[in-house]
Every structure is written in structure tokens, then in C-alpha cells.
């Protein structure tokens, strides 16, 4: 079992940054792959960017390449969401997750997630 504990979101205008953490609670960071999804009002949760156990393996969603950076730190046992030029479509709660096994676009394939950070993105 792992818990994930985000951080980070908050309400910033169009073009602006923000960056989301997600601390694990096990030592074992290091052997799991790690993603962000996102929920908006009315919306099915959507994969927004997964990086491998020593970041060898990265992606995106097409909708966020270029402008969002995932990355990790195994050393402090967190991921982070590096969000540049945001936009008002990218509000949503955001979601880190957390997987011993795959490394995937699909929410079902993802074990275990954090509780949400509320990112809002005003025009």
C-alpha cells in the first residue's frame, strides 16, 4: 500500500504556472511508476503525464506536450507537474497515481491515487 499526498494547486490566470508535487509515503519510491490525471466538472478523468521508475520512459498527453513537465525526485519520494502557459481548459482536479506494475494511459490500470488538488486556470 502507498499514499499519496499532493500539493501545489491553487487558481492562476491564462498563460500563468504552477508546479503540483506528490509525496509517497513508502521508501520503496523508487519501484513504482508514477502519472498525473485530471478531472474537470463533467468530465471522465483524463491521463495527463506517466514517467517510468528512473525516468527513462515519459508521455504525454497530446493536449499538455509542450507546455507541462513531469519529473521525479526517488531521493525525496515525490513527483512533480511542472505546468507552463496554462489555459482555462485545463482546469480540473488533478490526480497523482502510483502503479508497481505498468506504465499506462488508462485510469483503471493505475493502483493507487492521491486525494486531488484543485487547479484553476482563469481567463
Known amino acids: 500500500q502507498v499514499q499519496l499526498v499532493e500539493s501545489g494547486g491553487g487558481l492562476v490566470q491564462a498563460g500563468g504556472s504552477l508546479r503540483l508535487s506528490c509525496t509517497a509515503s513508502?521508501?520503496?519510491?523508487?519501484?513504482?511508476?508514477m502519472g498525473w490525471f485530471r478531472q474537470a466538472p463533467g468530465k471522465e478523468r483524463e491521463f495527463v503525464a506517466a514517467?517510468?521508475?528512473?525516468?527513462?520512459?515519459?508521455f504525454y498527453a497530446d493536449s499538455v506536450k509542450g507546455r507541462f513537465t513531469i519529473s521525479r525526485d526517488n531521493a525525496k519520494n515525490t513527483v512533480y507537474l511542472q505546468m507552463n502557459s496554462l489555459k482555462p481548459e485545463d482546469t480540473a482536479v488533478y490526480y497523482c497515481?502510483?502503479?508497481?506494475?505498468?506504465?499506462?494511459?488508462?485510469?483503471?490500470?493505475?493502483?493507487?491515487w492521491g486525494q486531488g488538488t484543485q487547479v484553476t486556470v482563469s481567463s
Open positions: 514517467i517510468s521508475r528512473n525516468a527513462s520512459s515519459i
Open positions: 497515481v502510483a502503479s508497481r506494475v505498468i506504465l499506462s494511459r488508462k485510469p483503471d490500470d493505475w493502483a493507487y
Open positions: 513508502r521508501r520503496t519510491f523508487s519501484n513504482y511508476s
